[in-house]
């Protein structure tokens, strides 16, 4: 077989959050068969690539599309940014001081917040691996934009209600996602393809949840996990067992990427 892009969300996908936030032994060996068969496994995640490189690393991955697709390294390297509108950080502003416990930015190396939530201090601290969490009125620019509120949205939330077309908004369970108009995982995965001259044909998809829904139904393989969300069970091509149950190993042999 040639070698394959296999590109891996994070939360949910290669790390479960049963218990205590884990990658699962399983999960671990499936990313080296792939490795010592040929192909390359990559990220794709809606974590910046700070928030997302102590699982890289763990993982040995050099490749990954952070951001929901507004930042791309390879190698430790920016191939490509994306940042928020800089003309409307201040329209975040004012909804930040609307709901200042429910709103946060991330650039390349912190995540900005009012909050004063010290759980959540320390969980996005404990995933840097470093002290992360900076005041929000330290920001001077940003990726993404998050209201952490559950859609529908309240009234009042400014442009996470009413979005200008440079934004595009991405509601999750429980947050909404504000970045900049024609990034998404799928994008960064396309622009890494370019940039690597490789085949959309040599793409492979693993993911769980709304963000995950256009790479999932774009690739020619992909795979939506045990615990996915229906929408991203409805876009895969093929369904894994649950990943604490070595769902990922079996789903990498079960369609030929590495030996049963």
């Known amino acids: 077989m040639e070698h394959k892009y296999i590109f891996f969300d994070i939360d949910h996908t290669l ?57 791309i390294l390879n190698g430790g390297k920016t191939l490509y940014s994306v940042p928020f509108p800089v003309r409307l950080l201040e329209s975040f502003r004012e909804v930040a001081g609307r709901f200042p416990e429910s709103a946060a930015a991330l650039d390349e190396r912190f995540l900005y917040t009012s909050s004063k939530n010290q759980e959540l201090r320390e969980y996005f601290n404990t ?54 108009a024609g990034t998404s995982k799928w994008l960064g995965i396309e622009r890494v393809l370019e940039h690597l001259e490789a085949s959309i044909q040599d793409v492979v998809t693993f993911g769980d949840g709304p963000n995950d829904v256009e790479m999932l139904r774009s690739a020619p393989v992909s795979v939506a996990v045990g615990r996915a969300q229906d929408q991203a069970k409805k876009a895969a091509k093929f369904l894994a067992e649950d990943i604490d149950e070595g769902g990922i190993l079996k789903a990498c042999q079960d369609i030929g990427l590495i030996p049963a």
């Open 127 to 180: 995933q840097a691996g470093y002290p992360c969490v900076r005041p929000l009125e330290d920001m001077t620019g940003a990726l993404l934009c998050y209201l952490m509120l559950p859609p529908p949205l309240p009234e009042g939330c400014g442009l996470f209600s009413s979005p200008p077309g440079s934004v595009l908004l991405e509601p999750m369970s429980h947050f909404v996602e504000a970045r900049a």
């Open 15 to 71: 790390v479960s959050h049963v218990g205590k936030s884990h990658i699962p032994p399983e999960t671990r060996e499936a990313v080296r068969l792939l490795r010592d068969c040929g192909h390359i496994p990559a990220i794709a995640t809606g974590r910046g690539a700070f928030l997302a490189q102590k699982v890289a690393d763990e993982l040995g991955i050099g490749l990954l599309v952070c951001a929901n697709g507004a930042q």
